[in-house]
């Protein structure tokens, strides 16, 4: 087991950083370069670098799949593909929309209200899938304490939607400064890579798709550290957000999200913040700009103005904090 996921993340990575030598330079002649909102006029300087960079780790995962992968196939055991299947539902959404993007010249791409019922419609659909193969339970595991709590199925249904629509829109905001989405997903899909460890062979194929996400945003970072070359678009934050989600799901413990996507959620609370109460109070802020990465940048709060660097090492290593404490709260529920 510790070859194959091995392997899946050094094939992963390998084809990740090669392709890229060659993709980011297509994508420029390609003229596909994103638009920077008027807002964050400090982030100007990057305007028309590259997008959708997130078709490099995407392919990478595919590739391993499809060869380190390839004999859990043979034995009738897809579930990595289910859950790549499913992440890319969600990379195809963002593709659509950084095409708008691009199409239109412009930082607007498909509407919220369509982004929102295409992704709603893709969790129902693989909760639904993944209930009558058996690999998910109307059940919800609480770490740290190995309890199981019977859900209602109907309930089930409409908190995983919730979950999985809001873990993708959350790794979404975050990808706003160079390298900060990929450093956040790598402590992430290291949990579950480590929880593969825990738990055993009955979890492989979940390690394998983990391990090659690992990889490849590995890969991927070599370029979208600042200064970045290439920025993953929705196309690659959707297509992680989707992934998180679905693994989480797929390892039957969704609740272990809270901690894991602490720093994803301390984003979306604050943009929902900003919103909520700047329509309450007529115009005020309590941050000086959303999502809260933002809001650091310009020296929120104490002054001091985060470079993009130090945003990367924060939200990281924070990430990586409550990776481990989320292990520790996990590791012994199927421990050989």
């Not at 659509?96 to 919220?112: M, P, R, Y």
């Not at 908190?159 to 993708?168: E, S």
């Not at 370029?223 to 929705?234: E, R």
């Not at 196309?235 to 989600?245: C, N, P, R, V």
Request: aromatic share 16%.
């Amino acid at each position: 087991m510790t070859i194959k996921l091995m392997c899946a993340f050094i094939l992963a990575f390998l084809f990740a950083t090669a392709f890229g030598k060659h993709y980011i330079p297509w994508l420029r002649k390609q003229k596909a370069g994103q638009n920077i909102k008027s807002e964050v006029e400090w982030h100007k300087s990057k305007s028309g670098t590259p997008t959708m960079g997130g078709v490099m780790f995407i392919l990478g995962v595919l590739l391993s799949l499809l060869t380190i992968g390839f004999p859990s196939m043979m034995r009738g055991r897809f579930v990595h593909l289910f859950v790549f299947l499913f992440a890319l539902v969600f990379g195809a959404i963002g593709f659509l929309d950084d095409w708008e993007k691009i199409k239109n010249k412009q930082n607007l791409g498909l509407s919220a209200r369509m982004k929102f019922l295409l992704q709603l419609s893709a969790a129902l659909v693989f909760i639904f899938l993944m209930r009558r193969i058996g690999f998910v339970r109307p059940n919800l595991y609480i770490p740290f304490s190995n309890r199981i709590v019977p859900v209602p199925e109907w309930l089930y249904f409409i908190f995983a939607a919730f979950v999985i629509v809001g873990t993708v829109n959350s790794v979404n905001l975050t990808d706003g400064v160079d390298g900060l989405a990929t450093g956040t997903s790598l402590p992430v899909c290291l949990f579950f890579v480590a929880v593969t460890f825990a738990w055993g062979k009955d979890f492989l194929e979940l390690g394998i798709f983990a391990s090659a996400l690992l990889g490849g945003l590995m890969g991927f970072l070599v370029y979208n550290f600042n200064p970045a070359k290439v920025f993953m678009g929705d196309t690659g934050s959707l297509f992680l957000g989707g992934a998180i989600a679905a693994m989480a799901f797929a390892y039957d413990m969704p609740l272990i999200l809270i901690l894991i996507g602490i720093m994803f959620i301390v984003e979306t609370l604050s943009d929902i913040i900003q919103v909520g109460y700047f329509k309450l109070t007529h115009g005020k802020r309590v941050f000086r700009m959303a999502p809260f990465h933002h809001h650091l940048e310009m020296g929120g709060w104490t002054g001091r103005k985060w470079s993009e660097k130090e945003l990367f090492v924060l939200f990281t290593g924070i990430t990586l904090l409550f990776s481990i404490i989320s292990f520790i709260g996990v590791f012994q529920r199927y421990a050989m």
